[in-house]
């Protein structure tokens, strides 16, 4: 069974600082990885999603990349701002079906 | 651009009733995935729907059944509500790898349903 691992589980961080968040995940056989954003109470806002062939993608100040042989990924952002404040999900789907096995999110805080 | 559309927002129920949630795919995605979420955990998939027909079955209790319909909406339905179903309830669609043809199987999630069990 697929398991997903979100390191750190919180995070605070003063304003224009870049920073890295982590996704490990047991089975190395995915299909995908997306990255989401979740505010609280509030759904969730994909931000990225690598093909298991891709190495990272990229959009504004995120850059995500995925090492499949190792069972990881990583969620860059840079300079980050207030407004990026809120917890963050790296979910991956196992198979062609594409249905999500989620981590535990990674809740950040970032100051200004 | 038009987004997942769920309905209702927020529901109140006592134990034992029933209730229905319904999920309006992103137009011309193929796919509608359940997902619930309990209060602090992370979602768990419940079920998916690909061309009306269920594609993958997570952990949805027998007590819930989902269908698709010829218009790709989609509704879940919750019978004895206990109050461990008080969750958020989230649907996503998008396009099946199947269908994709290149254009990515992202999947977009609604704003979702809360259901309170009393």
């Known amino acids: 069974k697929q398991e997903v691992t979100q390191i750190p589980a919180a995070l605070s961080v003063p304003e224009g600082e870049n920073l890295v968040l982590n996704c490990s995940f047991t089975?190395?056989?995915?299909?995908?990885l997306q990255w989401f954003r979740q505010d609280p109470g509030k759904g969730l806002t994909s931000l990225l999603l690598?093909?298991?062939?891709?190495r990272e993608q990229t959009s504004g100040r995120l850059n995500a990349s995925l090492d499949k042989s190792s069972g990881r990924s990583t969620l860059y952002i840079a300079a980050s701002q207030p407004g990026d404040s809120a917890t963050y999900l790296c979910a991956v789907s196992g198979n062609a079906g594409n249905m999500l096995t989620f981590g535990g999110g990674t809740r950040l805080m970032v100051k200004p | 651009a038009a987004g997942v559309i769920q309905s209702p927002r927020h529901l109140i129920k006592e134990k034992r009733e029933t209730a229905t949630l319904k999920c309006y795919p992103i137009p011309r995605h193929d796919t509608v995935y359940w997902y619930q979420q309990g209060p602090g955990q992370d979602p768990q998939f419940l079920i998916s729907?690909?061309?009306?027909?269920?594609?993958d079955k997570g952990s949805i209790p027998d007590r819930f059944s989902a269908q698709q319909f010829s218009d790709y909406h989609s509704e879940l339905n919750m019978s004895s509500l206990e109050l461990g179903d008080s969750a958020l309830y989230f649907c996503?669609?998008?396009?099946?790898?199947?269908?994709?043809?290149?254009?990515?199987?992202?999947?977009?999630f609604g704003p979702g349903t809360r259901l309170l069990v009393l």
């Open positions: 729907f690909y061309e009306k027909m269920q594609s």
């Open positions: 089975d190395s056989a995915i299909y995908n």
């Open positions: 690598i093909q298991s062939s891709q």
């Open positions: 996503a669609s998008s396009f099946h790898p199947f269908s994709s043809g290149g254009a990515g199987e992202t999947q977009y």
